[in-house]
């Protein structure tokens, strides 16, 4: 059993390492939406839940050496995961997506099947075979397997998030752990005389690794347009990055998504002018967040009355950003009135006590709760908090229409407006394919052509791209008073960091915009949220009534059988409650705390660690009746109910000691049921069955990654969507409840 600890915590490293790895190469194809997130990581949990519980057949056939096996598999899901690298960026050829088509949601399910069943399977079935290894000298195989699992997912998390993303390319880092594995099982299979040409392909492979990702990069981004050549590329603690050139135009894109055209002096010029000749209280403060990268940040330094500090999440795309600019245009960033800072823009006004007289922000597409936390009311009033008297909130490049709103892309501004109206006495919206918001308080902001030109031919700069004429053709009164009038009166929906209505809108849009659809998600909008608890309720019922109908028959295989039906429906509602509290913690850690990529990294890494804790404090304490295991799915329900005002009070008095404290302890809640739940199954017939909990805890995990996340999150917010997750677990608590029969003096399961 010594050599299956450090084995289950190699595998756990490794499927923790490959799925960070493939999570961010779909990343950098599908623009990073949750939803899309959430439906890969939902097929990773599902094939990994179908391997471990094929593995039990496959224990059967497998009478050798089990250990080496495992090792062999977990080598071959490692090489999977490595022609899938390869694979993804030719993604567009393969499918057949014309240039410039969009990859839709049907392309990602069956992209996912492709690449991640051929690893997820096999990690699932090393799962089972080495709980069967261990069955020998534990009582409980399956909890010490989950335990050390757990460990390793732990170590696998640091070791990506601090180490491997710095200094290794994916590539690299893959194909380093799979020919270390294939050295290990040799060894044990003594197979020693292949060692030299192994290490001798390791450094080749390792070293010419990063040219085939680079060769691969540029022609997937040959195949997404013609004409389009990969000039740089990188990976950074935040995600994919790319500069390419098209048509004479630089461009940054982070994780398939375009984050700044280099250089764009027409419309930054256009936007300085525009903001800089409100009438802006003194000293000139300026606090630009996002964008700064395209332009706008050296044109609002150039009026001298301006200090501009500009606020960049990713210090790398920062890097390659500045050196594809020309030398003239770079020169701009060395004004000494800018000063240019890497971190969160919402973490830094946070901390920051200095007030401003403008904050702009351009936080691009609410395509997720990253970028909705800048259209959340909680942001606005932040916002205001930081403004000096009379001092303005812009925002810039809101999805819009030029001439026409739609009812989604309508319900996206009215939103943001009502939610601005909330603090602010004045506001101007200014149409176009993306709207500018202006916010202030008796700021006396204006959109008033002939005011404006007066006001910068004041100023007497010398502008290359933007004359004071050209404010009349950017602010035409009667589009903006239409505009301002439909925003009024559409129906008001608030959006909040914990009820984020901005973010599903956009899913609605992105749906539309790729498939011409959306409808899944609209009906399921349109059913409420009492109409989903009733169904979801119904949903839970009927997966429990074959096991409700046989608990009671006499007592025998009958009723044993009943009972594992039983525990593994509470596995299937505590491997949803585990995910649903991995994905809000790290949520609303973006909304308390900032996006701090390694504090996110710590947290998934004290996520795991308090499974392993709780694991690992069951192992060695197991009890056989169903109290206890009763009691721990009530309390999961009790935390996912108190989870959101816990959110809300932290939100209000940021201490990251208690929030590490709260997510090591509902953490560790799951992880303790899954060593409970695996002696009682074991000892209710299904000793022998090694994967079945481990695989009803994944097929939960991978109902709650797609429900979660990408769907009642957006729709509902955290407080209805931990409901729902409450009712889960009370019905896992009730599964359990009628297991136990004490007046069956003949239960074995006892």
């Not at 001798?200 to 390792?206: C, H, N, Y």
């Not at 000096?388 to 810039?396: E, S």
């Not at 004045?426 to 500018?436: K, Q, S």
């Not at 409650?577 to 850690?589: G, N």
Request: with cysteine.
């Amino acid at each position: 059993m010594t050599s299956v600890k450090p084995v289950a915590m190699l595998l756990g490293g490794i499927a923790m390492l490959a799925q960070i790895v493939l999570l961010r190469a779909f990343m950098a194809i599908f623009w990073g939406n949750e939803l899309l997130v959430g439906l890969i990581l939902a097929v990773w949990m599902a094939t990994s839940g179908l391997g471990s519980w094929l593995g039990n057949r496959l224990i059967s056939s497998r009478p050798g050496p089990l250990l080496p096996f495992t090792l062999l598999l977990q080598a071959a899901a490692l090489t999977a995961a490595i022609a899938a690298l390869l694979l993804l960026p030719g993604a567009r050829t393969i499918l057949h997506v014309p240039a410039a088509g969009y990859l839709t949601t049907n392309h990602l399910f069956l992209l996912s099947l492709l690449t991640i069943v051929p690893v997820a399977f096999p990690l699932g079935c090393s799962f089972t075979l080495l709980a069967r290894a261990a069955a020998p000298a534990s009582a409980n195989p399956a909890a010490l397997v989950y335990v050390w699992d757990a460990a390793g997912c732990v170590a696998g998390s640091l070791l990506f998030t601090f180490i491997l993303v710095r200094w290794t390319s994916p590539v690299q880092a893959l194909l380093a752990a799979a020919l270390l594995l294939l050295l290990m099982a040799g060894w044990r299979l003594g197979w020693r005389g292949w060692h030299p040409p192994a290490g001798l392909l390791l450094v080749m492979l390792f070293l010419h690794a990063p040219g085939i990702e680079q060769n691969r990069a540029a022609a997937y981004w040959r195949s997404f347009a013609p004409g389009m050549d990969l000039r740089a590329r990188a990976t950074s603690r935040h995600g994919e990055l790319a500069v390419v050139d098209w048509h004479g135009a630089t461009s940054l894109f982070s994780n398939g998504a375009l984050q700044a055209t280099l250089p764009n002096p027409v419309d930054s010029q256009a936007d300085a002018a525009l903001l800089m000749n409100q009438s802006l209280p003194s000293p000139g403060e300026i606090l630009l967040i996002g964008d700064g990268l395209g332009g706008l940040a050296p044109e609002l330094a150039r009026y001298p009355e301006a200090s501009v500090t500009c606020i960049e999440l990713d210090e790398e795309a920062g890097r390659l950003a500045l050196n594809a600019l020309p030398d003239s245009l770079a020169a701009a960033w060395r004004n000494p009135r800018l000063t240019l800072r890497f971190t969160d823009g919402r973490h830094f006004l946070q901390r920051s006590d200095r007030r401003y007289a403008l904050i702009i922000v351009d936080a691009g597409r609410p395509s997720g709760a990253l970028a909705n936390r800048y259209y959340t009311e909680e942001f606005f009033a932040l916002a205001k908090s930081r403004l000096l008297p009379g001092g303005v909130l812009a925002l810039l490049n809101v999805p819009s229409g030029e001439n026409y709103l739609g009812p989604e892309l309508l319900r996206l501004n009215s939103s943001i407006y009502s939610g601005l109206r909330r603090f602010f006495t004045e506001i101007i919206v200014i149409p176009g394919g993306e709207a500018l918001f202006l916010a202030g308080v008796h700021s006396r902001i204006t959109a008033d052509p002939d005011e404006l030109a007066r006001r910068l031919e004041e100023k007497k700069l010398a502008l290359n791209y933007f004359y004071p004429s050209m404010f009349a053709f950017m602010l035409p009164a009667e589009r903006i008073s239409e505009l301002e009038n439909r925003l009024a009166s559409a129906p008001p929906r608030r959006n909040l960091d914990f009820q984020p209505v901005v973010y599903f809108i956009d899913l609605l849009l992105w749906q539309k915009m790729i498939q011409g659809g959306g409808t899944l998600l609209l009906a399921i909008e349109r059913l409420g949220y009492a109409r989903l608890l009733l169904i979801w309720c119904t949903i839970l019922t009927l997966l429990l009534l074959p096991a409700l109908l046989r608990t009671a028959a006499p007592h025998g295989r009958s009723h044993e059988a009943a009972v594992r039906r039983a525990l593994l429906f509470a596995a299937f509602s505590v491997g949803m409650a585990a995910t649903a509290f991995d994905v809000l913690f790290i949520m609303a850690m973006q909304n308390i705390f900032g996006n701090l990529y390694a504090a996110i990294g710590l947290a998934l890494a004290a996520f795991m660690a308090g499974m392993a804790g709780g694991g690992w404090l069951a192992l060695r304490r197991e009890r056989r009746g169903f109290l206890l295991p009763l009691l721990l799915l009530l309390l999961i329900a009790l935390s996912a109910l108190v989870l959101t005002p816990f959110f809300g009070l932290l939100s209000a008095r940021p201490w990251p000691p208690l929030f590490y404290a709260a997510l090591l302890a509902v953490s560790g809640l799951a992880g303790a049921l899954f060593p409970l739940l695996s002696g009682l199954h074991a000892r209710c017939g299904g000793s022998g069955r090694w994967g079945s909990v481990n695989g009803a805890d994944l097929v939960g995990g991978a109902a709650g990654a797609l429900l979660i996340g990408g769907l009642w999150v957006p729709l509902f917010g955290f407080a209805r969507t931990l409901g729902l997750v409450a009712a889960a677990n009370l019905a896992g608590a009730l599964a359990i409840a009628l297991c136990a029969r004490p007046h069956d003096k003949e239960n074995r399961c006892e």
